[in-house]
T-cell receptor, first 119, second 115 residues
Framework: GAVVSQHPSWVICKSGTSVKIECRSL??????MFWYRQFPKQSLMLMAT?????????EQGVEKDKFLINHASLTLSTLTVTSAHPEDSSFYIC???????????????FGAGTRLSVL | GDSVTQMEGPVTLSEEAFLTINCTYT??????LFWYVQYPGEGLQLLLK?????DKGSNKGFEATYRKETTSFHLEKGSVQVSDSAVYFC??????????????FGTGTRLLVSP
């Protein structure tokens, strides 16, 4: 159980276009999801916390208008990179918290990540 | 700020060798500590965790002890297998008591085990 699916796994786009990445909890409902960004040979950096039915909470330095997050249902959060530029090329990873029980509530389940390449 | 430092890889070992991947942390307060593993093409999976000093987390033959005096959480395994080849991430969290977990990750260490 507790599977998180991320789609697509790899996307290439032209500079100036927008790209949407989906994160789905397949077998549980997730009120809270997280979006991370990972540069080569660097750690995962938390971008934002996505709460179902409310606005996302962004980390300092993350542009809200550049990285739009929508958590419209208990099983789906989306990250849209708007007007993408080559410097947005990166590996984006989502995770979700399983809600049942205090112990499980504190465990994040991760998607396999999406590699974005902006030409 | 809070941070996690882990040894750079790749770590290359022969099957049945002993593994140590070092991890140290800097944090205000008393963090919980985690090791996550990422197999090729898959998402990060929780390998083990420890929530207070001197706790030992263990799973699948891997162990790590929360050492407050040295601010460390080194990952060890007595005999690695080829199937252990993956990237290992050390992480800390300061939100456990609130029921909310915000993770700070290290850079990851790639382990390559040869037959």
């Amino acid at each position: 159980g507790a599977v998180v699916s991320q789609h697509p796994s790899w996307v290439i786009c032209k500079s100036g276009t927008s790209v949407k990445i989906e994160c789905r909890s397949l077998d549980f409902q997730a009120t809270t999801m997280f979006w991370y960004r990972q540069f080569p040979k660097q750690s995962l950096m938390l971008m934002a916390t996505s709460n179902e039915g409310s606005k996302a909470t962004y980390e300092q330095g993350v542009e809200k208008d550049k990285f739009l997050i929508n958590h419209a249902s208990l099983t789906l959060s989306t990250l849209t990179v708007t007007s993408a530029h080559p410097e947005d090329s990166s590996f984006y990873i989502c995770s979700a918290i399983h809600p049942s029980g205090w112990e499980a509530k504190n465990i994040q389940y991760f998607g396999a990540g999406t590699r974005l390449s902006v030409l | 700020g809070d941070s996690v430092t882990q040894m750079e890889g790749p770590v290359t070992l022969s099957e049945e060798a002993f593994l140590t991947i070092n991890c140290t942390y800097t944090a205000t307060g008393y963090p919980s500590l985690f090791w996550y593993v990422q197999y090729p093409g898959e998402g990060l999976q929780l390998l083990l965790k420890a929530t207070k000093a001197d706790d030992k987390g263990s799973n699948k033959g891997f162990e790590a002890t929360y050492r407050k005096e040295t601010t460390s959480f080194h990952l060890e395994k007595g005999s690695v297998q080829v199937s252990d080849s993956a990237v290992y991430f050390c992480a800390l969290s300061l939100g456990m008591n609130t029921g909310f977990q915000k993770l700070v990750f290290g850079t990851g260490t790639r382990l390559l085990v040869s037959p």
